[in-house]
């Protein structure tokens, strides 16, 4: 079974930024497509990053275009989400997740395509 494990969270002003990184293990990492997801209190599960199974394909929310970046390594078996300008509305826990893809270059946005997901780290942004 598929375990993923994330890092990097923690607190950081406005302004700064954090790179999380997921670590997966249990089964082939490159046959996975990977997403990062984000639950802020009081607040529904949201997307925020995608990757394809090679990384060639990726996805960004709008809300985080041009400040976010998802990348990954299959030979570290890492996924990794690079936050810059960060803003205290980005607080939140985040989420790695993994689907099993068929397809090379397809990425998922909806939360329902996954089928494993981290324990969640947690990311704060004070102002």
């Known amino acids: 079974q598929v375990q993923l494990v994330e890092s990097g969270g923690g607190l950081v002003q406005a302004g700064g930024s954090l790179r999380l990184s997921c670590a997966a293990s249990?089964?082939?990492?490159?046959?996975?497509?990977m997403g990062w997801f984000r639950q802020a209190p009081g607040k529904e599960r949201e997307f925020v990053a995608a990757a394809s199974r090679s990384g060639g394909s990726t996805a960004l929310a709008d809300s985080v275009k041009g400040r976010f970046t998802i990348s990954r390594d299959n030979g570290k078996n890492t996924v990794y989400l690079q936050m810059n300008s960060l803003v205290p509305e980005d607080t939140a826990v985040y989420y790695c997740?993994?689907?099993?893809?068929?397809?090379?270059?397809?990425?998922?946005?909806?939360?329902?395509?996954?089928?494993?997901w981290g324990q969640g780290t947690q990311v704060t942004v004070s102002s």
């Open positions: 249990g089964r082939t990492f490159s046959n996975d497509a």
């Open positions: 997740a993994a689907k099993s893809s068929y397809y090379t270059d397809s990425y998922y946005v909806s939360s329902d395509d996954y089928d494993r």
